[in-house]
């Protein structure tokens, strides 16, 4: 397992037009950002601080580092249909 990466601080602000989060970035985090850029993208997720202050940051972001399994198990047992049965099975 990688280590989490945190980068980046949000606060729910309520406006005229509802709420909105207001994501905000250091410079140290941008580079976070930019060390974990994969095929030109980097994901994260936007979670809940556990103790809020007034007037504080109510969230943070994480970097995802989420990887799909491989594939080589699933190709491996798709099945050809066997010749010979269907040959058998036409009435002429």
Do not use: R
Request: with cysteine; hydrophobic share 35%; aromatic share 8%.
């Amino acid at each position: 397992m990688t280590d989490k990466v945190f980068c980046g601080n949000a606060k729910i602000i309520i406006t005229q037009y509802g709420e909105m989060t207001k994501i905000s970035f250091s410079k140290d985090d941008l580079d976070k950002l930019m060390q974990n850029l994969e095929n030109g993208w980097v994901n994260t997720v936007l979670k809940e601080k556990k103790t809020k202050i007034e007037g504080k940051p109510t969230h943070y972001l994480e970097v995802d580092n989420w990887k799909p399994e491989a594939k080589q198990a699933v190709q491996n047992t798709v099945q050809q249909p066997i010749q010979d049965d269907l040959d058998d099975s036409l009435p002429f």
